[in-house]
């Protein structure tokens, strides 16, 4: 997924939506600036589908929901990402359009073009935004960090391990099934 950053200055959501851009590519706005990125590849979903898939199921008929992206999130008034996946256990942030307020949890699968962003501008982003896990897959070393912001602590689970959270009683990930190798991204 390549990273582009266009020049100029966005101050509201409003501002954003009105922006031309190719439909094609995925566009976030943080702090005023706008970030765009190519599609993703088969990988990429595959780890994401696997992921949202285990998500949804466990949490069908409950209060907490989880959107797969692209679902515009409205952090601040001149921030709107487009996470991978998010979890969200208040209804009150869910609109017709976005996401209002930050997400329990927010899910980015890495691509090799916008890892350094995921890890670094999004990272700070979604902790000051009061977003309580940050769970970055990596699936070029089949892992998966789970970051508790709030407390400043991560956890890295491997492609053997079942993912829990504090945020969901009793769920796990089966990472097992997160990671499969049977995609060839060279084809």
């Known amino acids: 997924m390549a990273l582009r950053k266009e020049q100029g200055h966005y101050h509201t959501y409003e501002d954003w939506l009105r922006i031309e851009h190719d439909k094609s590519m995925r566009v976030e706005l943080i702090d005023g600036d706008i970030y765009m990125f190519a599609s993703p590849t088969p990988r990429h979903q595959a780890v994401l589908g696997e992921i949202h898939g285990q998500l949804f199921v466990y949490l069908r008929k409950k209060r907490c929901k989880v959107y797969m992206g692209p679902i515009d999130v ?6 709107v990402v487009v996470p991978d996946a998010i979890v969200v256990c208040d209804p009150n942030k869910i609109t017709k359009s976005s ?7 927010v899910v980015e699968v890495l691509s090799p073009s ?4 995921d890890k670094l501008v999004k990272f700070e982003l979604y902790r ?9 897959a990596d699936p070029v070393n089949n892992i998966l960090t789970v970051h508790l912001l709030p407390h400043n602590d991560y956890i890295i689970y491997d492609k053997h391990s079942m993912l829990t959270t504090n945020i969901l009683p009793g769920f796990e990930i ?7 190798e049977d995609l060839n991204e060279d084809e």
């Open 99 to 105: 996401v209002n307020g930050a997400p329990d949890i």
């Open 174 to 180: 089966d990472l097992s099934l997160v990671f499969y």
């Open 128 to 136: 000051r935004s009061n977003v309580l896990e940050y769970w970055i």
């Open 74 to 79: 409205r952090l601040e008034k001149d921030t």
């Open 114 to 117: 916008t890892s350094q962003h």
